[in-house]
């Protein structure tokens, strides 16, 4: 039986789809809005041809949901062609033209020519991957404000009076409570000892005495005023509130992704390997997938080198340049928290130091170790287990911690 192959090209209002047969002959092509109905609608059509059919999205979030939802309903077969490949099979095509119908016709003919591409699926691991990946780009987000809104404050604190921005930790809930009512040196002097002890400790605020002596030593340090303080210290109190309410915004998040990845199969797991804590854990989830070896999440990471051959040159290999960059810091944090908390990894570390490589090529080295051990974790569903120090040894960085075949092979819990 003939089987059909359709691209969707998708669009915030309106998607296109072509769909061919296969010998590359298009059976339809059109512009089809956005809603239910009308994609219901178009279902109905394709399968009153009695004709198996395969669907290719270049899209897994945004405006695609309503179509994933339609599509997995009906249980269709749906798989992922990412904007890469999409790129260089528009290539094999001929003109420079670029129309929503010819990016459809491609992602139709490239799911036809190829097999190898991951299905999209609506089972219970994909829902909490979605969910993890919607809470991790929030909380991306909030970081990103509050490094903004902190690097603002220091620059209008400093402004104001350089010996106050000194004094206030921007990282305590104490000194923003304080910023919040009081930003300037003559607003201190005005409000004096009592008050300050008294407001703060009304907050909690833990160490008031400490810190109003600071703060007022500042205070007095300065008796000229600035051309547009008061405009700049009502600008400083309402940034307090807002750097106060996105810190937490970002713990209640935190909060909600601890618990679905302590409720994830493989939260555990992951968070047993040294170095990753829960929000790395959480974001691993979220843009990991499915791997025949530890090779492709290396690949996939960023963490294994390309190969670059032509002529008489062999053997040259060169960073990759297409990779996910999520997974990667997912590894390079890690990898960095571990030489201070790991004596297997920092072993590793100071081996290939010994050897001769830089920081930088011994950091990689490890994080594509650490790729090895948690592939074989994940795999054997076995939390992470240091080897123990060999009889003695003395000390457990002494043993071997590059036995990457130990890590991959067989059932015993991987080490390094």
């Known amino acids: 039986m003939v089987s ?24 339809l092509s059109e512009r ?7 994609i219901s609608n178009l279902l109905d059509r394709l399968t009153g041809r009695q004709q198996p059919i395969r669907w290719a999205l270049d899209m897994l979030t945004g405006p695609v949901e309503l179509l994933l939802a339609v599509l997995h309903d009906r249980g269709a077969d749906i798989r992922y062609i990412n904007s890469t490949i999409a790129s260089r099979m528009a290539e094999a095509f001929h003109g420079e033209r670029k129309t929503d119908a010819l990016d459809a016709y491609v992602l139709a003919q490239t799911l036809r020519m190829r097999d190898d591409l991951p299905a999209i699926t609506a089972n219970e691991a994909d829902v909490s991957r979605q969910q993890l990946r919607l809470l991790v780009a929030r909380r991306l987000d909030l970081v990103e404000d509050r490094l903004r809104i902190i690097n603002r404050i220091q620059h209008l604190l400093t402004a104001i009076s350089p010996a106050l921005a000194k004094v206030v930790n921007l990282e305590r809930k104490g000194h923003l409570r304080l910023l919040a009512r009081w930003q300037s040196p003559s607003g201190l002097r005005h409000a004096g000892e009592d008050e300050i002890l008294a407001y ?18 500042a205070a007095h340090g300065q008796t000229v005023s600035i051309p547009g303080e008061d405009t700049a210290a009502a600008i400083l109190a309402q940034m307090a509130l807002d750097l106060e309410t996105t810190n937490a915004r970002i713990t209640e998040i935190e909060g909600t992704i601890a618990g679905i990845v302590a409720a994830h199969e493989l939260g555990g797991i992951i968070t047993s390997l040294p170095g990753i804590g829960t929000t790395l854990a959480a974001e691993f989830l979220a843009y990991a997938g499915t791997y025949r070896s530890p090779a492709a999440l290396a690949a996939h990471a960023g963490l294994a080198p390309v190969t670059r051959d032509s002529g008489k040159q062999q053997g040259h290999l060169v960073s990759p340049t297409r990779y996910h960059r999520g997974l990667r810091r997912v590894f390079s944090l890690s990898t960095f928290a571990a030489l201070t908390c790991c004596p297997q990894s920092r072993a590793y570390y100071d081996k290939k130091k ?8 011994a950091s990689a080295a490890l994080a ?12 054997d569903r076995t ?14 960085r002494s043993s071997k911690p590059d036995d990457t075949n130990a890590a991959v092979s067989g059932s015993a819990p991987p080490v390094y």
């Open 200 to 217: 703060l400790r009304q907050h909690k605020v833990r160490r008031v005495k400490a810190l109003t002596d600071k703060v007022l030593t």
């Open 354 to 361: 010994a050897g001769g490589k830089t920081h930088r090529q």
């Open 32 to 38: 089809l809005p956005n809603d239910q109905h009308t």
């Open 4 to 27: 059909l192959w359709a691209g969707v090209d998708v669009g915030k209002t309106h998607h296109h789809v072509c769909v061919i047969d296969d010998d590359a002959t298009v059976i």
């Open 383 to 396: 939390p992470y287990q240091p080897r123990p120090p060999r009889p003695g040894s003395g000390d457990s």
């Open 368 to 379: 594509r170790q650490r790729v090895n051990v948690l592939w074989a974790c994940i795999r």
